[in-house]
């Protein structure tokens, strides 16, 4: 078979590969969109409205590295997962 002919053989290599770089581009936006969730829950219970002085800095501080964190954990549970749905079966002679 030649590797021209896309259309009778299984590109799943390809599909892995859209969906990484997919996710790789979603991941700032998903990041920003989880910190704002954060932030706005964060002064809606601390009452804070931002300003140097009523904002607790290690909980923001802490707040942010635990959204981004979590971002990266999600968005490699999903890759993987995925992956494996995608990959072929081995199957044993």
Do not use: E, Q, W
Request: charged share 10%; net charge positive.
């Amino acid at each position: 078979m030649s590797g021209s002919n896309l259309g009778g053989m299984k590109p799943i290599g390809l599909v892995i590969a859209a969906i990484v770089v997919t996710v790789i581009l979603a991941l700032p936006i998903m990041v920003v969109a989880g910190f704002y969730t954060f932030a706005s829950v964060y002064a809606i219970v601390a009452g804070s409205d931002f300003g140097s002085d009523t904002i607790n800095v290690g909980a923001f501080l802490t707040g942010l590295v635990v959204t981004v964190a979590m971002g990266l954990v999600l968005m490699a549970a999903a890759i993987s997962l995925i992956g494996r749905a995608l990959s072929p079966k081995r199957h044993r002679a």
